[in-house]
């Protein structure tokens, strides 16, 4: 077999003005960064990447990649390990955590290329396609772009929408179930209302916030405190009947069996671009799945697809409007959500994406 050595590190990073001003229960922003990553072996190229600060790529140049550079593109694992390790003084979780896993993410879309498999095929699947949910609903949108956007999933078919409350860091709830009146009205009886609030309310004001929506069926309820508050999550889960769910910043497998043994969420959440990668994703996957968890992928949906699929307990993946957008804007290969789930192509090897470089040449600003 040829050489499989990792021989090149490289990285760009694209900032991209977002549609409209979003805004969730405790942050706003008009721009979303992409940290891209590619690792190259025996003339191939796999690509990764991360939502987050262009301080990302200079933990990958500055660090990272002499870890990995040698390595073989077999050993993701071996790789994934021992950046672990070279970035331990700086602190796993947040920016170095978020650029071992774009990494990772590199690596495993290079082995499948090397290989000439999808990633679903060298994961092995559970079934072809996983289910979507539709994303996004910020507080800063007004009734008409609300509906709009929730509308346009329903007609795409997709049987689940999730929009942000807590507005104002749980200020303002009368405006909160405003709009969830308005969301369920826009979407009828037969389509799933989730709800995230980002850590924005108190515990016992999630649980009156969820009373006072009792006819609206809400599913979902995301991050109703927040997810460093083990205690308050569990006691929300108590008295709501909505399915609590966290882990959106889970680093490492300790992380998310802390959360499964406080009995804080009735679905785990984790997200690959923050959680050491595919590896780290298939980890957390397996560490609720002992729990009797269903694990959720969080946003960056083109980097969950194919993972998702390799796990039974793979629930849905969220359908984020922000960065959907973004992936549609840079990369060939996007998935379609129509009839709610998407399905990997058999025929693309790697993560199945195309970066379009020119395309993204005038969003580059590192
Ligand atoms: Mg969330």
């Not at 790529?57 to 021992?82: F, K, N, Q, W």
């Not at 994303?135 to 009734?143: C, D, K, L, N, T």
């Not at 927040?226 to 108590?238: K, N, P």
């Not at 923050?274 to 980890?283: A, P, Q």
Request: some cysteine.
């Amino acid at each position: 077999m040829a050489d499989d050595s990792v021989t090149a590190v490289e990285t760009s990073v694209y900032t991209i003005p977002t549609d409209a001003p979003e805004a969730d229960g405790t942050l706003s922003w008009d721009s979303t960064t992409l940290v891209l990553v590619s690792v190259q072996a025996g003339g191939v190229t796999g690509l990764g990447y991360t939502y987050g600060p262009p301080a990302c790529a200079h933990v990958v140049r500055d660090t990272l990649a002499a870890v990995v550079t040698g390595v073989s593109a077999m050993d993701v694992p071996a790789a994934a390990g021992a950046m672990r390790d070279a970035v331990r003084n700086m602190g796993y979780g947040g920016v170095a955590g978020y650029a071992c896993s774009a990494v990772d993410i590199a690596l495993w879309d290079l082995k499948a290329r090397l290989l000439g498999l999808p990633l679903q095929a060298l994961l092995g699947a559970t079934r072809p396609q996983v289910e979507v949910y539709g994303s996004g609903g910020f507080v800063s949108y007004g009734p008409d772009r609300l509906r709009d956007q929730l509308a346009g999933w329903v007609d795409d078919g997709i049987g689940r929408v999730k929009i942000k409350i807590g507005e104002d860091r749980g200020r303002n709830p009368r405006r909160d179930l405003d709009r969830m009146r308005q969301a369920r009205e826009t979407i009828g009886e037969d389509v799933e209302l989730f709800v995230d609030a980002n850590g924005a309310y108190s515990a016992a004001q999630a649980v009156r916030v969820m009373a006072a929506a009792s006819d609206l069926d809400v599913r979902w309820l995301e991050e109703p405190v927040s997810s460093d508050d083990l205690e308050g999550l569990a006691m929300v889960r108590r008295r709501v009947s909505a399915d609590v769910a966290a882990g959106e910043y889970a680093t490492d497998p300790h992380y998310v069996r802390r959360m499964c043994q406080a009995g804080a969420v009735d679905c785990m959440q984790a997200d690959a671009t923050r959680c050491g990668g595919i590896t780290g994703w298939l980890e957390a996957a397996a560490v609720a799945g002992a729990f009797g968890l269903d694990i959720s992928a969080h946003c960056a949906p083109h980097v969950h697809a194919q993972a998702a699929t390799a796990v039974r307990t793979g629930r849905h993946l969220e359908w984020f409007h922000d960065h959907v957008r973004i992936e549609r804007m840079l990369f060939d290969g996007v998935l379609d959500p129509h009839g709610g789930v998407v399905t990997p192509a058999s025929d693309w090897p790697g993560l199945g994406l195309v970066f379009k470089a020119a395309d993204a040449e005038e969003y580059r600003v590192g």
